[in-house]
């Protein structure tokens, strides 16, 4: 199982399909993204579980299924969380 950010990160790259990543593409994901299903992405939040540090960094990796993973693992109630709803780009 996957403990940091940069495991996470190469677990979600083999995870990843071109056919998803470009079905994301054409619905307008313009971040770097690696074609990951939810239903993958649902298998890591259950091994993850609650993780704020973790989900901070995977944030911040810009990529955007680590950013779905990360709203997945996020403790809602951690105001330091808060950031993820704040974010400029979200409300484009």
Same mark, same amino acid.
């Given at each position: 199982?996957?403990?940091? @950010?940069?495991?996470?990160?190469?677990?979600?790259?083999?995870? $990843?399909?071109?056919?998803?990543?470009?079905?994301?593409?054409? &619905? $307008?994901?313009?971040?770097?993204?690696? $074609?990951?299903?939810?239903?993958?992405?649902?298998?890591?939040?259950?091994?993850?579980?609650?993780?704020? @540090?973790?989900?901070?960094?995977?944030?911040?990796? $810009?990529?955007?299924?680590?950013?779905?993973?990360?709203?997945?693992?996020?403790?809602? @109630?951690?105001?330091?969380?808060?950031?993820? &709803?704040?974010?400029?780009?979200? &409300?484009?």
């Amino acid at each position: 199982m996957p403990n940091t @950010a940069r495991e996470v990160l190469t677990e979600l790259q083999k995870l $990843g399909k071109e056919s998803f990543r470009k079905t994301y593409q054409r &619905h $307008g994901v313009t971040d770097e993204v690696y $074609g990951v299903s939810t239903a993958d992405l649902k298998t890591l939040q259950k091994k993850l579980k609650k993780n704020n @540090a973790l989900a901070n960094e995977l944030w911040a990796s $810009g990529v955007y299924d680590a950013r779905i993973l990360a709203t997945m693992i996020a403790d809602p @109630a951690n105001a330091e969380l808060n950031q993820l &709803h704040h974010n400029p780009r979200l &409300h484009r």
